[in-house]
């Protein structure tokens, strides 16, 4: 494998299922990121991590629970989500916070029923 | 806090015309400027990026964007399109000390035979 990938591609799930997306990068990289993107808005950044640590927490729900066990993996745990919730959920990652250039997973479609 | 306009939602181009799409942003200072293309069901992609010197950048896949500080713009360009370039297109901005893109709404670039 190489690059970012995301797992699974697609996920339906009701309003009261515990579900988690999953995001791996093969590029060494230190900082990796959560953004939302909806039909014909700009890309909403979720969540920033740095050598592991969270730097970035945009407002965003506490349905929405990131984890990042080490630099390679970032998940995304979801529970009692709305459907408003329902967008496609891109992962990225750069050398680090101080790299503008970011490499995108293919991103996982969430519907949320 | 800078931002992004992308003014055109969707363009439609015939195969081997030329295409250019617009970018508009708002910040005080010189911007970090990006393209990236996201062909459907895959990530976004880096086409090119600007930091500072030459307006006139040279990207992957054939594709140039010229950055106008006094029009505050970044258009892409590209002389003669390609069926495979049928895609979304974005626009993003990055600022000095702060690596978090903002970035445009997207165009929707559909090529016809």
């Known amino acids: 494998e190489t690059g970012v990938t995301q797992t699974p591609r697609h996920l339906v799930m009701g309003m009261t299922n515990k579900k988690s997306l999953k995001c791996e990068q093969h590029?060494?990289?230190?900082?990796m990121y959560w953004y939302k993107q909806s039909a014909k808005k700009p890309l909403e950044l979720m969540f920033v991590?740095?050598?592991?640590?969270?730097?970035e927490n945009n407002s965003v729900p506490s349905r929405f629970s990131p984890e990042c066990p080490n630099s390679s993996h970032l998940f995304l745990h979801l529970h009692t989500l709305q459907p408003e919730d329902s967008a496609l959920y891109l992962c990225?990652?750069?050398?680090?916070?101080?790299?503008?250039?970011?490499?995108f997973g293919p991103g996982t479609r969430l519907t949320v029923t | 806090a800078q931002s992004v306009t992308q003014p055109d939602i969707h363009i439609t181009v015939s195969e081997g015309a030329s295409l250019e799409l617009r970018c508009n942003y708002s910040?005080?200072?010189?911007?970090?400027l990006f393209w990236y293309v996201q062909s459907p069901g895959q990530g976004l992609q880096l086409l090119l990026k600007?930091?500072?010197?030459?307006?006139l950048v040279q990207g992957i896949k054939g594709f140039e964007a010229e950055f106008k500080r006094s029009q505050s713009s970044f258009n892409l360009r590209k002389p003669s399109v390609h069926w495979s370039d049928a895609a979304e297109y974005f626009c993003?901005?990055?600022?000095?000390?702060?690596?978090?893109?903002?970035f445009g709404a997207g165009t929707t670039v559909t090529v016809r035979a």
């Open positions: 991590y740095n050598f592991k640590e969270q730097t």
């Open positions: 990225a990652s750069s050398q680090d916070t101080s790299d503008y250039e970011q490499y």
């Open positions: 600007y930091f500072s010197g030459d307006t």
């Open positions: 910040y005080g200072a010189t911007p970090y």
């Open positions: 590029l060494g990289h230190n900082a």
């Open positions: 993003a901005v990055g600022v000095f000390n702060d690596y978090k893109l903002s």
